[in-house]
């Protein structure tokens, strides 16, 4: 049985992407690996609140309730994307791992799953570009007596309390855990192997996103320039603390390297308290400290990974990944050219200053209309 347009994942790209073709009253399967809808939301830690406004995060076709606040919460994003998917009849078919993705003889796109396989002209993978943990192993971790997390594992402080804990990874997850850390008692250290670009969340009462969509309408050099005048206005320097900027702005690091800076929710406030300390990258794991590069020695009573994940695309790929991956292992673009290819779009695996869930939304219109022009005429 060939299927209409078949979407792999059932988060905010997938929704999207599902809820655009619903719209248009154009029928689609999506498939979920999971027994939930925003699976991973629910999983991420309590305090979670997206970073940028609700007014630009909305998936397409439905905005959030007016009674919710600026900055959603993990759990009203849950409960919006629940929602969603009923505001727009889409009903995934949950358990269904996909194990692999491929070409039949005949042009269509095979789907392998745990337990099935469906068959389709056009493919969305939509699975996220946080999907795989990525935990690398510390030199000598083996002989932490300690709790070794990984920040997935990571719900709330309050087992820590009066405890010392190392985050490891000054990412957006790591600088909130260790803010949670010490709102619920901890005393947090953050280890920082390189320089941090970060960006204030609300500047001068104001959010910054905005002001970052307003700029992003600019030449990539004035933007850059606007940038870094903020970042020094707002963020100053941060060497004293033991946080060193890299020789770019923000805007620089997200467009060139694809990397996210820190959006700051008041980390940086408690670091500059001396409530929050930043360490420098890890020598060794003993059995109840670490050392660190600088030769210092100190003691802790758990250690979390805040190492981010990766995309994991490679496995489902097989022998596409190399064609349709970077070196990082996302994809190279929403959807290729090449005739073997077409039919297999990308979506939710860009990650702007202006917002990720924005672009998700934006995004979601451009393979939307793809599709629709594309779409087998016995499709």
């Known amino acids: 049985m060939i299927n209409p347009t078949i979407i792999i994942g059932a988060g905010p790209a997938g929704l999207a992407i599902a809820g655009q073709l619903a719209h248009h009253k154009v029928p689609f399967t999506v498939l979920e690996a999971s027994e939930y809808i925003g699976y991973a939301w629910r999983q991420h830690y309590d305090r979670l609140h997206l970073h940028t406004v609700k007014e630009h995060s909305a998936l397409p076709h439905l905005p959030f309730p007016d009674h919710y606040p600026r900055y959603v919460s993990r759990l009203q994003l849950v409960e919006y994307m629940e929602r969603y998917a009923e505001h727009f009849g889409i009903k995934p078919l949950f358990n269904q791992q996909v194990t692999g993705i491929r070409r039949d003889p005949n042009g269509h796109w095979l789907v392998d799953t745990r337990t099935d396989q469906f068959t389709a002209p056009q493919v969305v993978v939509a699975t996220g570009y946080n999907r795989i943990p990525y935990q690398p192993e510390l030199p000598g971790q083996r002989n932490f007596r300690g709790i070794i997390w990984h920040s997935r594992d990571y719900r709330n402080g309050a087992p820590f309390a009066g405890e010392q804990v190392l985050v490891v990874g000054m990412g957006n997850t790591g600088a909130e855990i260790a803010l949670d850390l ?28 905005p002001t970052a969509i307003f700029l992003n309408k600019f030449p990539n050099w004035f933007y850059d320039l606007m940038a870094g005048l903020s970042q020094r206005l707002t963020v100053g320097n941060l060497s004293a603390y ?50 660190f590069t600088d030769n210092r020695e100190i003691p802790f009573d758990a250690i979390i990974m805040a190492t981010g994940y990766r995309p994991g695309l490679a496995p489902i790929l097989g022998p596409l990944a190399d064609r349709i991956l970077d070196e990082k292992g996302y994809p190279r673009r929403m959807w290729f050219t090449q005739p073997e290819l077409a039919g297999l779009y990308f979506l939710g695996f860009t990650t702007p200053l202006t917002g990720i869930l924005r672009s998700i939304h934006m995004d979601s219109e451009r393979v939307l209309q793809h599709l629709l022009k594309h779409q087998p005429m016995d499709g």
């Open 182 to 209: 010490y709102e619920y008692k901890a005393k947090p250290f953050i280890s920082v192997r390189g320089p941090v670009n970060v960006v204030k969340r609300d500047m001068f009462g104001r959010p910054t996103q």
């Open 242 to 291: 033991g946080l060193q900027k890299p020789p770019y702005p923000p805007s620089y690091q997200i467009r060139k390297l694809g990397r996210i800076p820190v959006i700051d929710l008041g980390t940086l406030d408690q670091i500059k308290a001396g409530h929050i300390t930043v360490v420098p990258g890890i020598q060794q794991v003993n059995a109840k400290s670490v050392t």
